[in-house]
């Protein structure tokens, strides 16, 4: 078992806004939540409910106003190479100039890995997203679903304990967005990490996590309904129990998201 690999965020509360109003509007109030080990946890919520800003909290770039946020019983303050993240926008984050390979390579270069590691870990991890045949190819050859492979080959080959993927495939048309779901279980279950993927799309949540923490609207989001998600692998989305807990959940987030932070 690795080192690093539960999260426990102990109500947390985000305010942006730094003057001294009395009335500040909180984005996040009185968050709470836990990860086990190995888990992969699901933060669904509407759009503006504060889900980047939770994320991003917890990837250590952004401060908090109050609470806790805990890896293994340690408080965070910055980034750190146990965690890694997966934006949304892969175009972002890629470097134009460098192909496949050298992106995926980039990070462990700079940590002066030697050349003969380095080519074997970013083997591995080319392999492990579907990227073989395509090393030497440019951000700009690539589809967008090649492009959010290689972003998460980039993030995966640094072998971080914990995954954190905020809407990674928000940008992709339908069906490549199932491939990489599917893709991004078959990851979980071969390297066995801590994930937080964030996404507003029920039918996505249900398609890939095990667990399903719900966020009310933002201003005072909070994470109001937790449900564990006990479905095989993979799942099927015409399924009785699967359309079942669809609609619960459809449900919940319609009546959940007007009371808000009342809710826990
Ligand atoms: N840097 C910022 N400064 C001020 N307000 C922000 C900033 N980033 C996000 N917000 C506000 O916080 C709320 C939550 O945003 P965000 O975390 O991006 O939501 P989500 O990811 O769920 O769509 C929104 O109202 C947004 O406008
Ligand atoms: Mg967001």
């Not at 009185?30 to 888990?39: A, F, I, Q, R, S």
């Not at 890694?84 to 992106?103: C, H, K, M, T």
């Amino acid at each position: 078992m690795s080192q690093f690999n539960t999260i426990t965020v102990k109500n947390l509360s985000k305010c942006y806004d730094q003057s001294n109003v009395e009335e500040k509007k909180y984005v996040l109030e009185n968050v709470n939540l836990h990860l086990k080990p190995g888990e992969f946890y699901i933060l669904l919520g509407p759009s503006g409910c504060g889900k980047s800003t939770l994320l991003n909290i917890i990837a250590g770039f952004i401060s908090k106003t109050k609470g806790e946020v805990l890896i293994d019983g340690q408080e965070i303050v910055k980034p750190g190479r146990e965690r890694g993240i997966v934006f949304q926008n892969s175009d972002a984050s890629l470097f134009p100039w460098l192909n496949v390979r050298e992106n995926i390579e980039f990070g462990l270069k700079m940590k002066k890995m030697p050349l003969v590691q380095r080519e074997k870990l970013s083997q591995k991890y080319i392999q492990l997203v579907g990227l073989e045949g395509h090393e030497k190819k440019y951000p700009s050859e690539l589809s967008g679903g090649m492009k959010q492979r290689a972003q998460i080959a980039r993030v995966l080959v640094n072998e971080p304990e914990i995954l954190l993927m905020d809407e990674p495939f928000g940008a992709l048309d339908a069906q490549t967005r199932r491939v990489l779901q599917k893709e991004v279980v078959h990851i979980w279950q071969q390297t066995k990490k801590t994930v937080i993927f964030v996404t507003h799309d029920i039918q996505e949540a249900l398609i890939i996590g095990q667990k399903i923490g719900i966020m009310s609207k933002s201003p005072s989001a909070c994470i109001y309904q937790e449900y564990d998600v006990h479905l095989q692998y993979p799942r099927d989305v015409t399924g009785r129990r699967f359309n079942l807990l669809y609609q619960t959940i459809l449900g919940e987030m319609e009546n959940g998201v007007e009371i808000g932070g009342d809710r826990i």
